[in-house]
């Protein structure tokens, strides 16, 4: 036995008598404390204490307290041999013979130095995760015990739902919940896939304290304690609310341009379906009027040879008409060919001059019948390579439209020219046009008046820029509502 207990390298193993002067010594003892057996046995045990110990009496106190109870355990620091300290479990055992003579003490220590300082290693760290998590601002990071009930907060968690420590903790997690959340045991149910699974994630709204909502990601995670037992629940909660906000308004974005571009495709699709219509419509328009035309210049030749006047006056009439209805037809038809691309210009060099001098002059009779007076102000001819009739069709168009919005007063026609360019300019004193319809007027089938004021088919102005433009030319307007308008065009002589 004796050896045995002196062969212990782990514990120091000795005896004290019953005034606590140590008996024995073990290997445990000598390596723990550095003491040999020959310069301890004898000595009072209260050498291994502190001094401030042995002056407050401690080690009397102990043997005491074990002889009054048997037994005494405590951890405390020690002092070795060389001045150094170390933590020591020490348990003492009172000892008593077969008389019940207390004849001494049994003393035990381990040295848990080390176990010591990594328990405080422990505590330290324990420590400082929970500063870090008390002082999280962005995140709400908060236990629950098994029950959700709310065991900590942080300052995220009370800048996010507006509640300090003091107002929630102690109180059922549910209190974030809108009420259908929890109507439908919402709360519940999410501790239940955390105690299932471990854990639980999922976005949703939230209730602060002032009541309005917020969208949030919250992950529940289960805390086990070392036996596997749920003791409670982490709770981090992430505020999404302003992500949310700039996620739908993406996502609204998103729908408008796509709804948008559904429009601007049927609208296209019209456009192609309408174009189709006219050219199909014009062509077959063209057909049967030719053949028209064919017949009422023969009938007149007859009548004219036949000599009855009122009737050749009539049959006259009528091809005035078929005139007409050619004019509408070729202009739908020029419609098409701008669309398509086709448009041909045939370019010779011809007089500028006499070709509005000859427009002017053929229109000077109906215009007069609408009540206008045309003034042509033009001088020498003026010699510019030009499509003569794609030109005369612009100078008929912007005379008759003076006529059509000229409100009967006079009209006046400018011709001018530099070296490289021919300037006409037709001014009127009728309608005019608003300014925000000024843009427009010129696009294909825009118009800017009522058409049971107006009849036309807003074509006039479209095909006319586009053979302005076919010459290198401009178009411009200027114009007040009720004042008149005036249109230029510019197109080069060469
Ligand atoms: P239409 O005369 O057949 O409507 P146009 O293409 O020639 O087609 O003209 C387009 C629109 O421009 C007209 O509907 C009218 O509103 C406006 N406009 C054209 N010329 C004049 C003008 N001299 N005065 C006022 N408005 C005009």
């Given at each position: 036995m004796r050896l045995m207990v002196e062969a212990v390298v782990d514990y120091a193993i000795f005896m004290l008598d019953?005034?606590?002067?140590?008996?024995s010594w073990n290997t445990g003892a000598q390596r723990l404390k550095g003491y040999t057996a020959d310069e301890v046995v004898?000595?009072?045990?209260?050498?291994?204490?502190a001094e401030e110990d042995r002056q407050s009496g401690h080690p009397d106190d102990e043997l005491r307290q074990a002889k009054r109870d048997g037994r005494y355990e405590e951890e405390g620091w020690r002092i070795r041999k060389d001045g150094t300290q170390f933590w020591a479990n020490v348990v003492i055992t009172a000892l008593f013979d077969e008389h019940g003579q207390h004849i001494g003490f049994t003393k035990v220590t381990r040295d848990f130095t080390e176990r010591r300082f990594a328990e405080e290693r422990l505590r330290q760290s324990e420590e400082r995760l929970r500063l870090l998590v008390e002082s999280v601002k962005d995140y709400a990071i908060y236990m629950l015990d098994a029950?959700?009930?709310?065991t900590t907060w942080n300052a995220g968690a009370q800048r996010i739902k507006g509640y300090t420590a003091a107002e929630v903790i102690?109180?059922?997690?549910?209190?974030?919940?809108p009420p259908e959340a929890i109507a439908a045991g919402h709360p519940r149910h999410e501790l239940e896939i955390a105690t299932k699974e471990g854990r639980y994630e999922e976005e949703g709204w939230r209730v602060r304290k002032d009541g309005t909502r917020l969208w949030v990601n919250v992950v529940i995670s289960a805390v086990y304690d070392p036996s596997q037992t749920i003791i409670g629940f982490a709770k981090v909660t992430r505020d999404l609310t302003d992500w949310r906000r700039i996620e739908q308004h993406a996502l609204q974005a998103e729908i408008e341009a796509v709804n948008e571009r559904a429009r601007a495709s049927e609208a296209q699709r019209m456009v192609q379906v309408r174009d189709e219509f006219i050219s199909v419509a014009g062509h077959e328009l063209r057909t049967p009027l030719t053949a028209l035309q064919l017949k009422l210049q023969g009938l007149e030749q007859a009548v004219t040879k036949s000599g009855a006047g009122k009737i050749a006056e009539r049959v006259q009439g009528a091809l005035r008409q078929v005139d007409r209805l050619n004019g509408l037809v070729e202009r739908l038809l020029d419609v098409s060919r701008i669309v398509a691309g086709s448009l041909a210009m045939k370019l010779e060099d011809a007089d500028f001059t006499a070709l509005v001098r000859q427009v002017v002059e053929d229109l000077r009779e109906p215009a007069l019948q609408g009540g206008c007076e045309l003034r042509l102000h033009a001088h020498d001819k003026i010699i510019a390579r030009c499509d003569k009739t794609r030109m005369e069709q612009v100078v008929v168009n912007l005379v008759s439209n003076a006529i059509k919005y000229g409100e009967r007063k006079p009209i006046d026609i400018r011709l001018e020219t530099t070296d490289s360019s021919v300037l006409l300019v037709v001014t009127d004193h009728g309608i005019g046009i608003a300014l925000e319809d000024i843009d427009r007027i010129?696009?294909?089938?825009?118009?800017?008046?009522?058409v049971r004021h107006y009849g036309g088919l807003g074509l006039g102005l479209y095909v006319t820029r586009n053979i302005v433009e076919a010459h290198g030319g401009t178009i411009k307007v200027t114009s007040r509502a009720g004042q008149g308008s005036t249109f230029m065009i510019e197109v080069p002589r060469r």
């Open positions: 019953v005034d606590g002067h140590i008996r004898g000595q009072h045990f209260s050498i291994f204490y029950d959700g009930v709310i102690g109180r059922h997690f549910s209190i974030f919940y010129f696009g294909r089938f825009e118009r800017a008046v009522p």
